[in-house]
């Protein structure tokens, strides 16, 4: 019996040995990182410990700036196509969020919606934003409609791309996000990394699974690996929300863009509806053949749309 134990024993040694030396990835500091995701014009500013990687594009006498937030496990290259567009007459602002991207955690680990909506504050007030148009995808669609909730003097439009809110259950969800909310596993997560996980998350979330390149998938996985992300992924998916602040929302009254993707397996077609029935004021478009990141996966058809309700 003994030996059937040891024999056991070692053979779950030798498995997660090899996991290790197969998918085990350490962390990448920032300024490993830097060089190829943080190209002029990108540059950092210091909030609340944290230096945060951000890109202030466009034209700099524009008083109505687009400030553009990204979602769970992306960066703010998430809208570099829309960035593209829109510089050439507009002042365009992105951030990467803490715990993704070059900015890294929140220093006390705690990741919940208002922590981030002071942290919008925060960076607003440090590019002496006194009112924006703000958008936002997924969970950064989620901070902008509660920031907005908090600060409507200061949003003056609101674009919300498949975003979080409302209570849902996922058709489909990226295999990240699934080991990063199991428990004892999540924690391996922030050790064991294999690549084609990071490139089968960002394929979860497109309706045409062709369009993750080789780049785009390097550059999640890159951007994973940034130290103390990881572990910042797991605290933010384990963590516990306000499920009743959607109930507010009626409160907008800001004109709102809500833009979907009709294939999003992640979040269902059904909030758009809701986001549309209950917002006094705004207009819902849905988008055939995109997924849950319209912005990037078809930036064309996406922008026209967002330029339509811009004006």
Excluded at 77 to 92: A, G, I, P, Q
Excluded at 262 to 279: C, G, M, S, V, Y
Aim: aromatic content about 10%; overall charge neutral; glycine content about 4%.
């Amino acid at each position: 019996m003994k030996s059937v134990i040891k024999k056991t024993i070692f053979t779950l040694f030798a498995i997660i040995l090899i996991v290790l030396v197969l998918f085990g990835y350490q962390d990448k500091e920032v300024s490993e990182l830097t060089e190829k995701y943080a190209p002029s014009p990108s540059a950092f500013v210091e909030i609340d410990g944290m230096n945060v990687h951000y890109r202030d594009e466009g034209n700099q006498k524009d008083s109505l700036p687009i400030v553009l937030i990204h979602g769970t496990g992306a960066s703010l290259h998430t809208f570099n196509d829309w960035t593209e567009n829109l510089k050439s007459n507009r002042r365009v602002i992105r951030m990467d969020l803490p715990a993704f991207g070059l900015t890294g955690p929140f220093p006390d680990r705690k990741y919940s919606i208002l922590k981030y909506v002071t942290f919008v504050e925060q960076f607003l007030e440090s590019q002496n934003v006194d009112k924006c148009v703000l958008g936002g995808n997924s969970l950064g669609g989620n901070i902008a409609w509660n920031y907005t909730l908090k600060n409507p003097s200061t949003v003056e439009k609101l674009i919300l791309i498949d975003a979080a809110g409302y209570p849902f259950k996922s058709e489909s969800k990226p295999i990240a996000f699934k080991l990063a909310q199991t428990p004892i596993i999540n924690n391996l997560l922030t050790i064991i990394t294999p690549r084609f996980m990071a490139r089968a998350s960002v394929e979860n979330v497109y309706a045409d699974k062709t369009k993750v390149t080789d780049a785009l998938a390097d550059r999640y996985f890159d951007l994973t690996l940034r130290a103390g992300n990881r572990r910042a992924l797991v605290d933010r998916m384990t963590m516990v929300e306000d499920t009743l602040a959607y109930k507010n929302i009626h409160k907008i009254q800001q004109p709102t863009l809500v833009l979907w993707g009709d294939q999003d397996k992640l979040i269902p077609l059904n909030n758009a509806n809701r986001f549309h029935k209950d917002l006094p004021n705004s207009t819902l478009v849905i988008l055939k053949n995109s997924g849950h990141v319209p912005m990037e996966e078809n930036p064309e058809e996406s922008l026209k749309v967002v330029l339509d309700f811009l004006k």
